[in-house]
Structures are given as C-alpha cells and as structure tokens.
C-alpha cells in the first residue's frame, strides 16, 4: 500500500492592511463636510451707519490734536494757533479741558503719512484723560492737494 502523503503547501503570511475601508469613510466625511460648509453663514450681519459727509455743528470751540509727519503733537482750542506738546502735556491739558467740560469733543487730525499706530497711541493719551468724545479728521477728496 502506498501511503499518500499530501503535503500542505505553507502558504508565506502577509501582513497587509486593507485601505478600502477607510477610503470609503474619508470619501464620506469629504461629502459631510463639504455639505454642512456650504449651510454654514460664514459672513457677520454689521449695521452700517450712513452718512452724508457734511460738517459737524459744533456750539462750542472744538479741541483739535494734530500729528504731524514725525508724530510730533500739537493742541488748538478753537480757533487759536496750533501749540506743539509733548505727549504728556497733551495728557495734562486735555485733563483739565475734560475736568472743565466731561462731553468736550476732541478731533484728531493725523498727517496722512503717519504709521497708524502713532494714530493708535494718541487714541490712548485721549482715553486715558477720560475724553469720551473723540473723532478722526479728514479732508475731503477733492481737497487733497
């Protein structure tokens, strides 16, 4: 009698991963995403006040701090000349203008070359001598030389 004897070929083990799945689960939270991004409101609702540009009637002399090109600072009250300060005399000053009147509105006019931080920092003198009242000044367009 012949004993047959079968072999078992050893099959070689391979350590693979299946990637399909997880194809699939990215192809799905791709659509997911790319559905709820386009539901979502990515703008912000902003009330803009409008304006017709004209002048502000004033029933008392304007406090006006200018910023000159090399940031240097200058006060005028009213219709008087314009006196160069230091940034903290400006302080002093306008604290007393605002002890004498809490409502004084305060203009500043900066020199259009002027980094806006130097801008930024005379809005801080300003808040820090408590004027409540502060505004920019501008020239309008066709009085640009």
């Not at 386009?38 to 017709?52: A, F, I």
């Not at 009242?133 to 501008?138: C, E």
């Amino acid at each position: 009698m012949a004993v047959f004897s079968h072999r078992r070929k050893k099959r070689k083990l391979t350590a693979e991963i299946n990637v399909v799945p997880y194809i699939d689960v990215k192809l799905v939270l791709l659509v997911i995403f790319m559905i709820t991004a386009s539901v979502m409101n990515l703008g912000v609702d902003v009330n803009l006040p409008q304006s017709n540009a004209r002048a502000v009637q004033q029933s008392e002399d304007p406090v006006v701090v200018s910023i000159n090109a090399a940031g240097q600072y200058s006060l005028r009250l009213g219709d008087g000349p314009d006196t160069p300060v230091s940034a903290e005399q400006l302080s002093t000053q306008l604290r007393a203008f605002v002890a004498q009147n809490p409502r004084l509105p305060v203009f500043v006019a900066a020199d259009k070359n002027l980094r806006y931080q130097e801008v930024m920092t005379a809005m801080e003198l300003l808040q820090a001598a408590g004027v409540s009242r502060a505004a920019l000044m501008s020239v309008p367009r066709a009085q640009e030389r």
